[in-house]
């Protein structure tokens, strides 16, 4: 699978940017994607993930109520809608894949497969 995240830029806070992540390759519909991001000098930190089938979705706590994650299997995408951002949410975002993950592997990356090149995200305060 070959990712490609997009929608990054510059956005105020109290702004929204949608986030997208493009799949190509093996049955996208097999996989679930996560977001994450990693702040200059820090580490990935989950965002949201949603399942294959898309029966479950799950957010850290900081972005509850902030973020939605969606996807579109027929087209290979899953959005990150961003809501509300806040200046600590600048960050590179990452989206990510593993097969069939169940909901207690979402929120650690080291269970993904694979990894898509990042999109800045910057929120002026």
């Known amino acids: 699978v070959q990712l490609q995240a997009s929608g990054g830029g510059l956005v105020q806070a109290g702004g929204s940017l949608r986030l997208s992540c493009a799949a190509s390759?093996?049955?996208?519909?097999?996989?679930?994607v996560g977001w994450f991001r990693q702040a200059l000098g820090k580490e990935h930190v989950f965002v949201a993930a949603i399942k294959w089938n898309s029966a479950a979705t799950r957010y850290a706590d900081s972005v509850k109520g902030r973020f939605t994650i969606s996807r579109d299997n027929a087209k290979n995408t899953v959005d990150l809608q961003m809501t509300s951002l806040r200046p600590d949410g600048s960050a590179v975002y990452y989206c990510?894949?593993?097969?069939?993950?169940?909901?207690?592997?979402?929120?650690?990356?080291?269970?993904?497969?694979?990894w898509g090149q990042g999109t800045l995200v910057t929120v002026s305060s």
């Open positions: 990510a894949a593993g097969i069939r993950l169940i909901w207690s592997s979402l929120i650690d990356g080291n269970n993904y497969n694979y």
């Open positions: 390759g093996r049955t996208f519909s097999n996989y679930a």
